[in-house]
C-alpha cells in the first residue's frame, strides 16, 4: 500500500460505495482475469465491510480460474433469477451496459445508480452514473487498489490474490 495515492478516487465515489448496502458488481461478457480478479478484490472489501454483495458475469469463469471461485462467488446471469434490487451496480473493466448481453439489459431495466470502475480509455463517457477510471493504469484491479488505499483498509489474502491475478493477467 501507498502512503499517497496517485489519482485517488473522488469523494463521492467513496460515499457511493461505502452508503450501498447491497451492491451487484459486473465485467464483460468472457470475463478475464482482470474482470475476475478486480471483483474478487472488491467483492471482499466490501463483504468484509458488512455489505451484502452478488458477483454476476454475463459469463461463468473458464477453468484456469478456479483458484479465485474458491473463495468468492461468482454467478453467471441467470434471466429467470434475476439480479435482486441492489442498491448500485458497480462495472468492472468495463463500462458499456451493451457489453454485459442479457445482464445489461436487465440493469438497464432495474434503473438503479452505475458506478463504473475501470482502466480503459473512454471509459468515463459510459453508462455510468459516476465513473473512477484512468487509462494510466495498468489494470482494473489497481484501481480496486486505490480503493483499498483511498478506505485506508488493507486487503485479506483473499483480495490481494484477486487483485494480483487482475495485474498479471492485464501486463
Do not use: K, W
Not at 460505495?17 to 466490501?46: F, I, K, N, R, W
Not at 477453468?63 to 471461485?69: I, T
Not at 442498491?87 to 448481453?101: G, I, K, P, T
Not at 475501470?118 to 480503493?147: P, Q
Request: aromatic share 6%.
Amino acid at each position: 500500500m501507498s502512503a499517497e495515492l496517485t489519482n485517488p478516487p473522488d469523494p463521492r465515489i467513496l460515499d457511493r460505495l461505502g452508503a450501498a448496502q447491497t451492491v451487484l458488481l459486473c465485467g464483460h461478457e468472457y470475463p478475464d482475469g482482470d474482470v475476475l480478479g478486480s471483483q474478487c478484490g472488491l467483492y471482499h472489501q466490501l463483504r468484509d465491510r458488512g455489505q451484502s454483495v452478488r458477483v454476476v458475469n454475463p459469463d461463468p469463469p473458464s477453468r484456469s480460474f478456479d483458484f479465485l471461485a474458491r473463495h468468492t462467488p461468482f454467478e453467471s446471469f441467470d434471466p429467470i433469477m434475476g439480479v435482486g434490487s441492489p442498491d448500485l451496480v458497480v462495472l468492472l473493466d468495463c463500462s458499456e451496459l451493451r457489453r454485459l448481453r442479457d445482464l445489461g439489459r436487465e440493469i438497464r431495466r432495474l434503473d438503479r445508480p452505475i458506478l463504473v470502475v475501470d482502466h480503459h480509455v473512454g471509459s468515463e463517457n459510459g453508462d455510468g452514473d459516476e465513473a473512477f477510471v484512468d487509462s494510466t493504469a495498468a489494470a482494473t484491479g489497481e484501481m480496486v487498489a486505490r480503493l483499498y488505499d483511498a478506505f485506508g483498509e488493507l486487503p485479506s489474502r483473499e483480495a490481494a490474490e484477486g487483485m494480483f491475478t487482475a495485474f498479471a493477467c492485464d501486463t
